[in-house]
T-cell receptor
Framework: NAGVMQNPRHLVRRRGQEARLRCSPMKGHSHVYWYRQLPEEGLKFMVYLQKENIIDESGMPKERFSAEFPKEGPSILRIQQVVRGDSAAYFC???????????FGPGTRLTVL | KNEVEQSPQNLTAQEGEFITINCSYSVGISALHWLQQHPGGGIVSLFMLSSGKKKHGRLIATINIQEKHSSLHITASHPRDSAVYICAVDFGNEKLTFGTGTRLTIIP
């Protein structure tokens, strides 16, 4: 059973471009969480999704950021018109059911030039 | 306010020493997680606790619900244990609130 997969592992974008981060949860996991770790800071919750539904997006900036978890395919975190302050490591985690252990992916390191 | 505090922020010890990392939280929780973040950045889930004590190899995690406190212990520490250890709490809303982490360095 493969672990949580994220791609790309490293992403470089120029200011104003779009960034698309992908997360494939572990097989059988229908709950996906996105977290952001800014340089020299702790992890912060962004959004919690179940298949086709956003359950809690209270940690996500209101503008430029969106997330989805379609019926088929990976979860996508999309950042439009990136700015330097978006440079961070973005981690995805998945769990099989509510209240269960969350398994983390390797992260995507986004650098905005 | 839902808060998580960890101590110490940094810990350096000699190989073989017994290590304790502490985590306190502000209000009732549904679960507490201990995570390990490697120097390369990857995160591994070590334990999920809602009561009592769990053990895995040289790692032991305990939680005291009344005192709102958890500890992570490492016995017979080894240089490969060097990492950042993070306490994360689920306050009942399915999203984790993280401590700032403890950077552990084990010297051979």
């Amino acid at each position: 059973n493969a672990g949580v997969m994220q791609n790309p592992r490293h992403l470089v974008r120029r200011r104003g471009q779009e960034a698309r981060l992908r997360c494939s949860p572990m097989k059988g996991h229908s709950h996906v969480y996105w977290y952001r770790q800014l340089p020299e800071e702790g992890l912060k919750f962004m959004v919690y999704l179940q298949k086709e539904n956003i359950i809690d997006e209270s940690g996500m900036p209101k503008e430029r950021f969106s997330a989805e978890f379609p019926k088929e395919g990976p979860s996508i975190l999309r950042i439009q018109q990136v700015v330097r302050g978006d440079s961070a490591a973005y981690f995805c985690a998945s769990s099989p059911k509510l209240g269960d252990t969350q398994y983390f992916g390797p992260g995507t390191r986004l650098t905005v030039l | 306010k839902n808060e998580v505090e960890q101590s110490p922020q940094n810990l350096t010890a000699q190989e073989g020493e017994f290590i304790t990392i502490n985590c306190s939280y502000s209000v009732g929780i549904s679960a507490l997680h201990w995570l390990q973040q490697h120097p390369g950045g990857g995160i591994v889930s070590l334990f999920m606790l809602s009561s009592g004590k769990k053990k895995h190899g040289r790692l032991i995690a305990t939680i005291n619900i009344q005192e709102k406190h958890s500890s992570l212990h490492i016995t017979a520490s080894h240089p490969r244990d060097s990492a950042v250890y993070i306490c994360a709490v689920d306050f009942g809303n399915e999203k984790l609130t993280f401590g700032t982490g403890t950077r552990l360095t084990i010297i051979p």
